[in-house]
């Protein structure tokens, strides 16, 4: 049969918003290097360019994180969602 080709590794930060000024430094860095074969996943409770617009979270990593934005409201803002989540 065919091989397939291994899937590329992949790392979630959860809560990256929450980030020290520090840990954001070091994680801009490593971004700046691109691992190979790695996926950066990245979570936050408030919007990376809102923060960086507002000077709490550096610009550039904001915008090396948030390639693709996915916003998905509280749960609490969605009860269409909970008959749905029941059954599940």
Known sequence: GQRRAAAPAAILLSEVDAL???????????????????????????PLAELAAAGTFRHDLACALATLVIDLPALSERNEDLPLLAQA
């Open 20 to 46: 020290a000024a520090e840990a954001q430094a070091e994680l801009a860095a490593v971004l700046t290097r691109k691992p190979p074969a790695v996926r950066w996943y990245a979570t936050s409770k408030r």
